[in-house]
Structures are given as C-alpha cells and as structure tokens.
T-cell receptor, first 117, second 111 residues
Framework: DTGVSQNPRHKITKRGQNVTFRCDPI?????LYWYRQTLGQGPEFLTY????????KSRLLSDRFSAERPKGSFSTLEIQRTEQGDSAMYLC???????????????FGPGTRLTVT | AQSVTQPDIHITVSEGASLELRCNYS??????LFWYVQSPGQGLQLLLK??????LVQGIKGFEAEFKRSQSSFNLRKPSVHWSDAAEYFC?????????FGAGTRLTVKP
C-alpha cells in the first residue's frame, strides 16, 4: 500500500497561467476528494468523485477550476487563469465506497502547494 | 449551521506533560468524529475516529479521545507528550455527505 500520492509537491506560477495537479489514490479506494487549505485553516472541501463520476462540487469551486477522474483511478485538478487568491495547499484524499461511516474515513496525500506570483 | 470549533489556536506543553486538545461541534445529529494530525508541509494523518459505541476511543501514537454527547465535544488527549508530537491537529466531523474540519490547534512541545 503506497498511500495517496500527489504531484507536483510544489508549484510556482505567474498570475493568469493555468496549472494542473495530479492525485493517485489508494488503489482499492473508489472515492476521491479534493480539498483546499490556506494558512492557519483546516481543509475546505472542493469536490469528490465516486469512481469516474463527480458527485459533488463546493461553491468554492469557481468556473476556473475543473476536476476529472477519467478512468476512476487518478484524478487531475486544473486551475485556469490563476489568481493570487488561489495560492494554497491542495490536498487529495481517498476512501472506500462502502456506506457510512467507512466512506468518511479519508486518507490524505501530502498535498500540492501552489504559489501564484 | 453546522460547525466545528477548536477553541485553542496554539498550545505549548513541556515534553512529558499531559495534553488535551478541545473540539466542539454543532450538528443536527451526532456526527462521525475524527482527529487528524498534520506535520509541516505534509498531508493529514488519521489519528482516531468515533463512529458509535464506547465513547473513549484509542488511536495511534498513544492518543485517545472521548466523545461527550451532552457537551457536543470530542477532546483529544495524550498522557505524556513527546517532542515528535509537535504538529497541527485538526478535528473533523462528518454526516450526510458533509465533512468539515476545524481550524486546527498548533502544538508546540518544549524540551
């Protein structure tokens, strides 16, 4: 079990550029979540997938954000036309698809820290 | 509104001393409860969880937490803190496809 992995670990970009992050969940986990975490705060939910279906999106996920999980395995999170306010740690988590409460037991990756200059 | 509160932003304890981190929640029904730990620059690691049953739950690294329904609390405890416990600790609650995290408590351990 290699755990949840995320790439890249750090990304520095200029305002207005597009960025894409990748998350590889634990292999037997069907659910995949994206969170955003800013300094001094806990993670804030962005979106989640069950297999390849995106089932829920937070109001935090503006039109510039898009997430995919095309084959139900890895997922990508793309931010278009980045803004300085997008600077944050982006965390990915995965869980099993069983009913609650097991599906709430989420395992997190190390995160991708985005800095927009 | 549903919320999770960690009243202490920062706590400092001496190595070997006991620790208690507070977590209070406001939810329509008793949610599922979690504590996570985050070391600098890292993701979150699950310490322990409460789903039902015995209100005192044991976790990894010698941590335990007690669920008190009457106080809507789920406080994290450790009898003797080690320097390696210095980190950020997050309480989380989940119910009805909604999972929320507290703002965290940063733990500093003095030698």
């Amino acid at each position: 079990d290699t755990g949840v992995s995320q790439n890249p670990r750090h990304k520095i970009t200029k305002r207005g550029q597009n960025v894409t992050f990748r998350c590889d969940p634990i292999s037997e986990h069907n659910r995949l979540y994206w969170y955003r975490q800013t300094l001094g705060q806990g993670p804030e939910f962005l979106t989640y997938f069950q297999n390849e279906a995106q089932l829920e999106k937070s109001r935090l996920l503006s039109d510039r954000f898009s997430a995919e999980r095309p084959k139900g395995s890895f997922s990508t999170l793309e931010i278009q036309r980045t803004e300085q306010g997008d600077s944050a740690m982006y965390l990915c988590a995965s869980s099993v698809m069983q009913g609650p409460p097991s599906s709430y037991e989420q395992y997190f990756g190390p995160g991708t820290r985005l800095t927009v200059t | 509104a549903q919320s999770v509160t960690q009243p202490d932003i920062h706590i400092t304890v001496s190595e070997g001393a006991s620790l208690e981190l507070r977590c209070n929640y406001s939810y329509g029904a008793t949610p599922y409860l979690f504590w996570y730990v985050q070391s600098p620059g890292q993701g979150l690691q699950l310490l322990l969880k409460y789903f039902s049953g015995d209100t005192l739950v044991q976790g990894i690294k010698g941590f335990e937490a007690e669920f008190k329904r009457s106080q809507s609390s789920f406080n994290l405890r450790k009898p003797s803190v080690h320097w390696s416990d210095a980190a950020e600790y997050f309480c989380a609650v989940a119910r009805n496809n909604d999972m929320r995290f507290g703002a965290g408590t940063r733990l500093t351990v003095k030698p």
